[in-house]
């Protein structure tokens, strides 16, 4: 069982920066591929970033291309999601999530992770 914590949400104006953190339990973290995805009000939950276990491959969705960063830090067995130009439609709960398979296969498909935060709400005010 793998317990995922994001923390480093809030409010900020549009333009702002904000950096999110999900610390992991369990001593196998650098196995764990990780994803940060996102659920406005209304809306579908959406793939944001995703980094494989050794951080050698990084994905992001075209909305975020260029403004977020998505980094780990296998030490600290976390994962964190730096978020730069924020825009109103960036606003979302955010979640971090491990997909825990041998080979990241469709890191932006939901039903590739096994485990899942809690999320953290992010609120970008024009």
């Known amino acids: 069982q793998v317990q995922l914590v994001e923390s480093g949400g809030g409010l900020v104006q549009v333009g702002g920066s904000l950096r999110l953190s999900c610390a992991a339990s369990?001593?196998?973290?650098?196995?764990?591929?990780m994803g940060w995805f996102r659920q406005a009000p209304g809306k579908e939950r959406e793939f944001v970033a995703a980094i494989s276990g050794n951080g050698f491959r990084i994905y992001y969705a075209d909305s975020v291309k260029g403004r977020f960063t998505i980094s780990r830090d296998n030490a600290k067995n976390t994962v964190y999601l730096q978020m730069n130009s924020l825009k109103p439609e960036d606003t979302a709960v955010y979640y971090c999530?491990?997909?825990?398979?041998?080979?990241?296969?469709?890191?932006?498909?939901?039903?590739?992770?096994?485990?899942w935060g809690q999320g953290t709400q992010v609120t970008v005010s024009s």
């Open positions: 999530a491990a997909d825990v398979s041998f080979m990241m296969i469709k890191p932006s498909e939901k039903t590739e992770y096994v485990y």
């Open positions: 369990g001593r196998t973290f650098s196995r764990y591929h």
